[in-house]
């Protein structure tokens, strides 16, 4: 069983840049794909991106360009570097754990981007 925190939401300007993060514990790291998802109010939660176990990275149409994931499995932490932020992006954050039928999410962290 793996155990996800996400930290780094709040409130920034648009155009402003905020990095997410998500520690996992619990089970080796590196073997799960990780993903970010967010969640705007009265909308469905959507995949924003993702990172495999080899490193392989896929993204959104409306953040391809601005939003970069990564991840330090030194460190067993998936990060979220989110730039040039709309208000669009405002939303409650995810952090996800996948490994074949295994599925683990964290409590979300808040981003609001307005000004």
């Known amino acids: 069983q793996v155990q996800v925190v996400e930290s780094g939401g709040g409130l920034v300007q648009p155009g402003g840049s905020l990095r997410l993060s998500c520690a996992a514990s619990?089970?080796?790291?590196?073997?799960?794909?990780m993903r970010w998802y967010r969640q705007a109010p009265g909308k469905q939660r959507e995949l924003v991106a993702s990172?495999?176990?080899?490193?392989?990275?896929n993204y959104a149409d409306s953040v391809k360009g601005r939003f970069t994931i990564s991840r330090d499995n030194a460190k067993n932490t998936v990060y979220l570097q989110m730039n040039s932020l709309k208000p669009e992006d405002t939303g409650f954050y995810y952090c996800?754990?996948?490994?074949?039928?295994?599925?683990?999410w964290g409590q979300g962290t808040q981003v609001t981007v307005s000004s």
């Open positions: 619990g089970d080796i790291f590196s073997i799960y794909d």
């Open positions: 990172i495999t176990s080899g490193g392989s990275t």
């Open positions: 996800n754990a996948q490994r074949r039928t295994y599925s683990y």
